[in-house]
């Protein structure tokens, strides 16, 4: 059986609580956890991936930088995508973000307009390196929305020819409607907007996607790809993860396999179907149908 098959089998009630314990075990992650960090990292420069020596080819004349989702790291995320991309000739990079004080291995918690500004840091180091003029970008959930606050604010529009977003939160969410109760309960409020400030950034409606979504959703010179699941718990309603603009392709998974049943995590981290896609919008002049076959390419 597919893997994502079991895992969109879990009853989204049950994703949902998972989801909030987790997020309590941030909050209480004891910081000697750390320490796993640089075994990770050490294993990452073992698979191809951060290697700071890489020289783009001529096929692939751009480094890929893969921006985690909330929660994630630079390591956890891309166990899977990061070696598909390498494997397929690319110099792949990825960078840890929004990390609070005193709270390991899980990041994407801080302001989301901080960790942009970490964003940028990374992909001029990234660009250096390399001696590429410009990068492409492929993120996960919030790492597929937050690069759109670096392309508009911070002069990455400039720096960077493409955006690939997996399951990205672009408006927000309401996470199924559980947000439209925080009104009512507002010390939760208040404890996700002080203690989490890059969960209360995400949520619709929010100061900062009012920011980020005003004037249009896109800049120009930039090529943007948005690859969503109908099957999404995470960023809901699934259709406002698309983009609207020139240069804009907005795919649904089950659009190019309907029997891909992949959810929100399962989207960014293990389905090759959609990394199949992601490596069509990277290379689109050697683009390939994405099919159910894709699974074995």
């Known amino acids: 059986m597919l893997p994502w098959i079991r895992a969109a089998r879990v009853p989204r009630t049950r994703s949902l609580l998972a989801a909030l314990l987790l997020a309590l075990t941030v909050l209480v992650a004891p910081a ?12 990452a420069t073992s698979r191809g991936w951060n290697d700071y020596s ?4 001529a096929a692939h004349p751009r480094p890929v930088v893969l921006v985690h989702g909330t929660f994630g790291n630079s390591i956890d995320n891309w166990l899977v995508l990061a070696p598909y991309l390498v494997n397929r000739g690319y110099c792949v990079f990825s960078l840890d973000y929004g990390q609070l004080p005193g709270v390991p291995f899980f ?11 970490q964003l940028d840091v990374f992909v001029d180091k990234v660009l250096d390196a390399t001696g590429a003029p410009k990068a492409d970008l492929v993120g996960h959930s919030q790492g597929g929305m937050m ?39 507002p ?52 259709r406002t993860q698309y983009l609207d603009g020139p240069n804009v392709r907005n795919v649904l ?3 190019l396999c309907p029997l891909d049943l992949s959810e929100h995590v399962a989207i ?13 919008a990277l290379d689109p002049a050697r683009a390939t149908p994405t099919t159910c076959v894709s699974v074995i390419g």
Do not use: M, W
């Open 32 to 43: 000697a956890t750390a320490n796993a960090a640089a075994p990770a990292a050490a294993a």
């Open 187 to 238: 010390g939760v409020e208040k404890f996700i907007s002080e203690k989490t400030p890059g969960l209360a950034d995400q949520i619709a409606g929010s100061p900062f996607i009012t920011k980020l979504t005003a004037g249009g959703d896109t800049v120009p010179g930039v090529r943007y790809t948005v690859i969503a699941t109908k099957y999404d718990q995470v960023v809901t309603p699934y």
């Open 253 to 255: 998974l089950q659009d």
């Open 107 to 117: 990041h994407g918690l801080g302001p989301i307009d901080k960790s942009a500004e």
């Open 268 to 280: 960014g981290t293990i389905d090759r179907i959609a990394f199949h896609e992601v490596a069509n």
């Open 147 to 185: 690069p759109n606050y670096y392309l508009k604010f911070l002069g990455g529009a400039d720096k960077v020819n493409a955006l690939v977003g997996i399951a990205p939160d672009n408006h927000g969410t309401t996470l199924l409607g559980l947000t439209k109760l925080l009104p009512f309960f």
């Open 54 to 57: 890489c020289k783009p080819s």
